[in-house]
């Protein structure tokens, strides 16, 4: 597998999946993770996107270690963003 940090979040896939609460496995998007990250903070009024970009990176970088050889899990990430 290719080592998860080796792109920008933005732009390229990470891991080639994820696996959801219903066990189904879904292509992984981490824009996803920002924006909802994004929402939050905008509607909590705590910070805007450019925050958001930098827990995503740092969300991943902390997911990376469990999930080096394996999918990362929708709770493992939620988990990591609360």
């Not at 879904?26 to 905008?42: K, L, N, Q, Y």
């Amino acid at each position: 597998m290719n080592d998860p940090l080796s792109a920008p979040h933005s732009h390229e896939l990470i891991w080639p999946s994820v696996l959801k609460r219903n066990g189904a496995r879904v292509p992984f998007d981490p824009d996803r993770i920002c924006s909802a990250i994004t929402r939050a903070g905008r509607a909590s009024g705590e910070f805007d996107g450019g925050v958001a970009e930098r827990i995503t990176d740092i969300v991943l970088s902390a997911l990376a270690p469990s999930a080096a050889d394996r999918e990362p899990a929708i709770e493992q990430i939620q988990d990591l963003v609360e």
